[in-house]
């Protein structure tokens, strides 16, 4: 197992990135076009790992805080992998403001700020085993309350793996919403391709 693969599989353990929404009520795909990409596309880094900047958010980006998502679709796919990246990353020194500003409050975010004080994170990921961010898909999107997303990233040895996401609508942005900790759900899993209806998010290394 890569290593920030399982460093990933090591915050799932202490309750990351998804939260099961069964019988929650799904878009109609004649009302939402869930597969428009973002715009304007441009790629800064976290941690040595490159993350989409676009139009759709966020509008105010710096190490300690991204924020300011558009409340279509692709802001918050976009919000999904960007939040979902830098808390996944954030070094010792910058956990906390961003678990304050782009993680959604509840039970799963507590467990979560609890597991994290117990390791240390420093320095940037390598960059011969970095992921790289190269889609999304939208199974879900409720306007204004939710989305759940899941995030496409390819190895430098062409392997892949899905992330499952989910996003909430709080206080006039996407934020990341961590699951309960009673969720025994798998968040992140090897693939062997990436599906044929995922929005494709195209950069250069």
């Excluded at 966020?58 to 805080?65: S, V």
């Excluded at 961003?98 to 117990?118: F, H, N, Q, S």
């Excluded at 320095?123 to 496409?152: D, M």
Aim: aromatic share 8%; hydrophobic share 45%; proline share 8%.
């Amino acid at each position: 197992m890569k290593p920030l693969l399982a460093a990933a599989a090591l915050l799932v353990t202490a309750v990351l990135f998804f939260v099961a929404c069964s019988h929650s009520k799904r878009t109609d795909p004649e009302t939402v076009d869930v597969s428009i990409a973002p715009t304007g596309i441009r790629w800064g880094e976290y941690q040595g790992v490159a993350i989409p900047l676009t139009d759709q958010g966020p509008r105010t980006y710096t190490p300690a805080i991204a924020a300011g998502f558009a409340p279509a679709p692709a802001g918050a796919a976009v919000a999904a992998i960007v939040h979902t990246v830098r808390m996944s990353l954030a070094p010792d020194d910058a956990w906390a403001q961003i678990a304050a500003t782009e993680l959604a409050p509840g039970p799963g975010k507590d467990a979560w700020a609890t597991a994290r004080v117990l390791f240390s994170l420093r320095g940037t990921a390598e960059s011969a085993t970095a992921p790289r961010v190269v889609g999304y898909r939208i199974y879900e999107y409720v306007p204004g309350v939710r989305s759940r997303v899941t995030v496409f990233t390819e190895y430098p040895d062409a392997s892949l793996a899905a992330t499952r996401t989910v996003v909430v609508w709080v206080g006039e942005d996407w934020r990341l919403q961590l699951p309960d900790p009673g969720s025994n759900a798998q968040q992140v899993e090897s693939i062997r391709q990436i599906p044929d209806d995922a929005v494709r998010l195209e950069q250069t290394r």
